[in-house]
């Protein structure tokens, strides 16, 4: 499946929506899409809804590629919704259904997906991260049934020219580097409060714009992002601004794995839609390999939706390109234990469960792995080569 390559980029200009910093959505739509038709007869024909929804939890970006990967090129913008639909598509055969995908960040008031499930029962799946669904375990349960990153992509970065003698997260205490954290707790950050590698007075919660903040301090403080795209931005697309390498080290590199973009779905769908998730899950693995192997349609792709959308988010087809390199540079996207791309690991979810337990005040002593996460579904022998 191809793509139209689309050639517009844009420019650095405002990228304070990377950090959580709250946008206003556009609604501008010149007119309303029409609602993509049945798909042809395929395997998820009989077994799956006729549209497959799936709600993403930040707006279109690289390491959402596996899923825009599923979508024909049939599809239908909808930019008052936020969302797009086409043919739900099996490399360069129609599965049989539908796939639409929404997007997450300012268009739903940065809810998390666990809670958009239980809101719209139309939504199948869409991304959770395993720590963060803990706490609505009792309220709204969901099991994660596809991992779509291996590793994390949350992490901390520095000026290595301020900082010469920092080479990880935990020299920044040494240096009483103050670390720009955004607004949200998180249990990452618990975690590394907890385990004594950074302090409190180290915290600033504050929703310091992006690179405004760290660039108008020269430098001097530390921020939270993503290893696979702000380093980009700072170098690259604030080169006026700011222009050289920031130092990243990864949060999973301290102990603390999160299954960061799990495809998560209701507790009872694990069973009550278990024959479409046998088929579909495969489906998605696929996709996910494809996008890693050649990205740049679908990147191409995501860029046009970013377009499209007009919520102030940024987003270009270098950024795109760059980014899943470095995903893969830094493992990322890859398989998991057992060789299977999507896949979990149990010890390391039971790992995360202790960690939860630990340095957070929620009651883990009912949860176990398979209360979070399933393998039911993966097909083993679906993997990145090499």
Not at 75 to 86: C, E, H, L, P, W
Not at 148 to 166: A, G
């Amino acid at each position: 499946m191809k793509k139209a390559q689309h050639t517009g980029l844009r420019t650095f200009a405002a990228i304070a929506a990377v950090g959580g910093v709250a946008l206003t959505a556009g609604c501008s739509s010149s007119s309303d899409p029409e609602p993509t038709e049945a798909a042809a007869s395929g395997v998820l024909t009989d077994v799956c809804p006729e549209t497959i929804v799936i709600q993403a939890d930040w707006e279109p970006e690289s390491e959402h590629g596996g899923i825009y990967e599923l979508v024909g090129d049939d599809y239908t913008i909808d930019t008052d919704n936020k969302s797009v639909t086409g043919t739900l598509m099996d490399g360069d055969e129609s599965a049989g259904v539908n796939v639409e995908i929404r997007i997450g960040g300012s268009s739903v008031g940065y809810q998390p997906v666990q809670s958009l499930l239980y809101q719209d029962d139309d939504i199948f799946m869409g991304y959770g991260r395993v720590t963060e669904t803990i706490p609505a375990v009792e309220s709204n349960p969901v099991v994660g049934v596809m991992s779509t990153l291996e590793v994390s992509p949350y992490s901390i970065y520095w000026d290595p020219e301020t900082y010469p003698d920092v080479e990880s997260i935990a020299d920044l205490k040494d240096e009483d580097v103050t670390i720009l954290m955004g607004s949200d707790q998180t249990v990452w950050q618990d975690y590394l409060l907890g385990t004594g590698v950074i302090d409190e007075s180290q915290v600033d919660q504050s929703d310091a714009p992006k690179p405004a903040s760290f660039i108008a301090a020269g430098g001097s403080v530390a921020e939270v992002g993503f290893a696979s795209a702000e380093p980009y931005m700072y170098e690259v697309e604030a080169a006026e601004e700011w222009g050289k390498p920031v130092e990243i080290g990864l949060i999973h590199d301290l102990g603390f794995a999160e299954y960061f973009q799990s495809m998560v779905v209701r507790q009872a769908d694990v069973t009550e839609q278990a024959d479409c998730l046998s088929e579909l899950i495969p489906i998605m693995q696929r996709a996910e390999v494809a996008y890693i192997e050649d990205p740049a349609a679908t990147n191409a792709f995501i860029v046009e939706l970013v377009d499209e959308y007009d919520t102030g988010w940024i987003y270009t087809e270098d950024l795109a390109e760059w980014s899943i390199e470095k995903q893969k540079e830094l493992g990322l996207v890859g398989n998991g234990s057992d060789g299977a791309l999507g896949s979990y690991d149990t010890a390391r979810v039971q790992e995360l469960i202790d960690l939860v337990g630990e340095y957070t005040e929620y009651d883990v002593t009912e949860i176990t792995p398979d209360t979070l996460v399933t393998n039911e579904f993966i097909d083993p022998s679906i993997g990145l080569q090499g």
